[in-house]
């Protein structure tokens, strides 16, 4: 299984942004999870968001939540991060990890089997 996140880029604060996350050599099951991570220079990778299923449950780390969405699209074997009233903080590398086993501990980096490269995404103040 492989992942491909697209979408990073130069944008000012308050603007938005979406990453996408192709998935290729598997398609979607209807159980797994998929998720985004980010980090920031300097930092620790911190969890972002990630959803779940089959019942498409979708969370949230404190820092975005009512900012960012997380969904998917089975047509196109592709799951999305939509990130709006973007922050200068938020700028970071974003990686999308996935698993075909959905944990309870969808923070942790160790729930997730498989990565993609990171995107870049720099908001400017």
């Known amino acids: 299984v492989q992942l491909q996140a697209y979408g990073g880029g130069l944008v000012q604060a308050g603007g938005s942004l979406r990453l996408s996350c192709v998935v290729s050599?598997?398609?979607?099951?209807?159980?797994?999870?998929e998720g985004w991570f980010r980090q920031a220079p300097g930092r620790e990778r911190e969890f972002v968001a990630a959803?779940?299923?089959?019942?498409?449950?979708?969370y949230y780390g404190d820092s975005v939540k009512g900012r960012y969405t997380i969904s998917r699209d089975n047509a196109k074997n592709t799951f999305y991060l939509q990130m709006n009233s973007l922050k200068p903080e938020d700028t970071a590398v974003y990686y999308c990890?996935?698993?075909?086993?959905?944990?309870?501990?969808?923070?942790?980096?160790?729930?997730?089997?498989?990565w993609g490269q990171g995107t870049l995404v720099t908001v400017s103040s």
């Open positions: 990890p996935a698993t075909l086993r959905p944990s309870d501990n969808t923070y942790l980096q160790t729930s997730y089997e498989y």
């Open positions: 959803i779940k299923w089959p019942l498409g449950r979708t």
């Open positions: 050599g598997r398609t979607f099951s209807i159980y797994g999870m």
